[in-house]
């Protein structure tokens, strides 16, 4: 499995992700899964991140709709 290049710029935390979504971990990684919110990037064996460009993009997106 090829890994996906990590955007430049900050990368957040789950706690963070929720903080600024409101949704809960259950519901991000649901919405993941059907390919509605960010993938998040793996930087270590036991450690994931959003790019928060592309939540912030997600949250504009909902602002649109």
């Known amino acids: 499995m090829a890994s996906q290049p990590?955007?430049?710029?900050?990368?957040?935390?789950?706690?963070?992700?929720?903080?600024?979504?409101?949704?809960?971990?259950?519901?991000i990684y649901r919405l993941m899964d059907a390919g509605q919110f960010p993938k998040s990037r793996k930087l270590s064996p036991q450690r994931v991140a959003w790019s928060e460009s592309e939540v912030e993009a997600w949250k504009q997106s909902l602002r649109g709709s």
Request: glycine fraction near 10%.
């Open 6 to 27: 990590v955007p430049s710029g900050r990368m957040l935390k789950i706690g963070e992700v929720i903080e600024q979504t409101s949704l809960s971990r259950r519901s």
